[in-house]
């Protein structure tokens, strides 16, 4: 099994990024997915959830109206949308499906 972020970057505040995140090795499509983010020394925060046919989302208070999660199950990957980006936004985001996790790719907002 893997996942396999990718689009982090740095960014200037109100800013926008794309992560995505390609699995293989399980039935990407019988699974939900999720993007967490984490800060060292904190435990990941759940940033936003799909489920499997994507048919229905959810968000952190903190990034709803922001952040776009949205999936792919002919290309097994999932997506996160970053819009208006904060330097409170700053953070490893991970990729999450069943009890998988990805390795992780660095979100930095600043000027």
């Known amino acids: 099994v893997q996942l396999v972020e990718s689009g982090g970057g740095l960014v200037q505040p109100g800013g926008s990024l794309r992560l995505s995140c390609a699995a293989s090795g399980f039935t990407f499509r019988n699974y939900a997915m999720s993007w967490y983010r984490q800060v060292p020394g904190k435990e990941r925060e759940l940033v936003a959830y799909?489920?499997?046919?994507?048919?229905?989302?959810d968000y952190a208070d903190s990034v709803k109206d922001r952040f776009t999660i949205s999936r792919d199950n002919a290309k097994n990957t999932v997506y996160l949308q970053m819009n208006s980006l904060k330097p409170e936004d700053k953070d490893v985001y991970y990729c999450?499906?069943?009890?998988?996790w990805g390795q992780g790719t660095q979100v930095t907002v600043a000027t």
């Open positions: 999450k499906g069943y009890t998988f």
């Open positions: 799909i489920t499997s046919a994507g048919g229905s989302t």
